[in-house]
Each structure stands twice: as structure tokens, then as C-alpha cells.
């Protein structure tokens, strides 16, 4: 490419940049107090160069409650996990996503599909609001924005194993981060809850839904008192998958940031 084509590409990435960040500001201004703005719109400027925060923590409005449910105890939320991960070897959905502010008032959606494959494996791609992928493998995690056309890349060391993705992809282990509990129906609808023992990371709490052993919703509140909503659907378990699903061609034109060694 010409260097008046490679400075007219960088211009456009800066404006999407600013533009971005300046309706985010506007979306704000008239829905939050000016002592709470800037909080705010930190979280959601974060989470657009980082969409895989939402992802990870990727029960609120919609949450999945059990009818006439019983409590769990940890045992018994350690044993529902075990559940799901003795039975799925490869997991296939779509999602809708949802982040609702502390009056319940939705603030972002997203929509798209995730494909888990154990151990290890997980790819996020999100259609709407705009096209982003998330690939993680055990070695790194892939983050793509078509529209920025910017590539990320770093380190997986310990990125998984701290959140709850890592149960997702096959560590139990995780849950030893969390105090559990939840609820349980006798059509083994289950609500299961984790509260961080650690309160300086970005949630205070995660939720999961299960429908036996299948997982059905994903839930996050944030520290600014946010509420994300991901809801799966058609979902498949153990169906074959392509064999390049978690591979991902860094396209031609797009800026590569490797942070893999910070």
C-alpha cells in the first residue's frame, strides 16, 4: 500500500476512536450523574478495546430461577460442575447479550456465537453490535475488531485460570476462587452463584444456569453496579467441529498489537 493510503487507514481507526468514545459520552451524560460519569465511561470505553472482560468475568433481569428450588451448598455447585465437564468435550451456541446500569435501563446488546472445545480451547464471535472475535487457546488470546481493523494478541499464562472461562474449557480448580452456593429445582434447572474471594477484580459476582448439564446463561455484575445478561441458545454439545474452528487468519491490512510479553 501507498503511504497516503497507510496514513488515510490510521486517520479513519483514530476517528472511529474518537467517535466511539464521544457517543459513549453523549449515551452517559443523560443517563448518569456527573459524579458517576466517569466510572462509567471508562467501563464501557474498556470494554470495547476488550470485549473478552464481559466475557469472563463474559443474576439479573432475565436470571434463571428455579421454581420451588432447593439451596446448594459449595458440594453441591462443585458437583453440577462436574457434571457439565464430564459430559462436554466440545460446546456449540448462539448468544444474546445484554448489559443492563443499576435501573435497569439496557445500555448495550451483542449477539453472536461461542464455540468451547476442551482443554483449553474457546472462540467468542460477536456479529453484533459490530464484528469482534475473541480466540483463546492455552498459549494466547486473539482479540479481533473488524471495524478498527486491529488485531491483539497476548499471553494466555494465567488469564483463564483466574476467571471463570477456565470452568468453561475444563479446570474445576477455578471454583476454588469463589464462595458458591445456588438453587436447584427438581427438573434440575440450577442457578449456581460465585462471589470472588478476591474483591479487587472487575466482578463481584458470576452467575451460571444449567439446564441439567447444559449451560444456558451466563451473568456478570460489575463493581460500577452493571449487569450483563448472556443468554445461550440452540445449543449442541459434543457435535464434530470443523478442525480450524479455533484458528484465526490475521487479516492483511489489519494492525497486529503483540502484547504477549507484558
Known sequence: CSAGSGSATTARRDWLNRWRQQALLDRYSQMAPARCLHRRLLTRINALRLPVAALFGVLALSVL???????????????????????TRNYAARFDQRVYDERGTVVEEGSGKLWLRRPGMLRWHYELPWEREIIASEERILMYDAELEQVTIRSAEGALTATPAALLVGDITALDRYELSGQEDADDVATLRLRPFDNTGDFTEIGLGFDGARLVQ???????????????????????????????????????????DI
Do not use: H, K
Request: charged residues 30%; proline residues 6%; aromatic residues 10%.
Open 65 to 87: 430461577v428455579p421454581a420451588a428450588a432447593a439451596e446448594l451448598d459449595a458440594q453441591g455447585v462443585r458437583e453440577i460442575v462436574q457434571e457439565y465437564l464430564d459430559s
Open 218 to 260: 451466563l451473568l456478570l455484575f460489575d463493581r460500577f453496579g452493571q449487569r450483563t445478561v448472556i443468554d445461550f441458545s440452540d445449543v449442541s454439545v459434543n457435535e464434530a467441529m470443523e478442525p480450524d474452528i479455533f484458528e484465526f487468519e490475521i487479516p492483511p491490512n489489519a494492525d497486529v498489537i503483540d502484547e504477549s
